[in-house]
């Protein structure tokens, strides 16, 4: 089943990640490798805490754990990209597309025209 979620990640005009009930990478697109900085290999080792900026990680269980009881989620967040970085997005996640498969599809946030 991860191939296939894998592949259709890549379908994505936007940075997807896939997550198990832990938070855990288990499928993300090229996207998301750009976005991040990590390889596709690092981000598969890693879970939405690791790219929560340390300051924020205290609330990041609190919001995964909400996520997971109301289904689904979206708002803005602060990533923390692979050279240290922060990256704001605006994020869409939706929990259960398979039994303990979670998506989120990011979209980086443009500083607004002055």
């Avoid at 499928?27 to 879970?47: F, P, Q």
């Avoid at 919001?63 to 994020?91: C, K, M, T």
Wanted: net charge negative; no cysteine.
């Amino acid at each position: 089943m991860m191939a296939t979620l894998q592949e259709s990640l890549e379908a994505f005009p936007v940075s997807a990640l896939a997550a198990d009930n832990t938070g855990r990478y288990v499928a993300v697109n090229s996207l998301a490798t750009t976005l991040t900085g990590y390889t596709r290999g690092e981000l598969l080792r890693m879970s939405v805490k690791d790219l929560t900026p340390a300051m924020r990680q205290d609330a990041s269980g609190e919001l995964w754990q909400r996520f997971i009881q109301a289904g689904a989620q979206s708002g803005d967040y602060v990533l923390e990209r692979r050279d240290g970085s922060p990256v704001n997005v605006h994020y869409a996640a939706y929990a259960s597309v398979a039994p303990g498969v979670h998506v989120s599809v990011l979209t980086p946030m443009t500083p607004a025209a002055t």
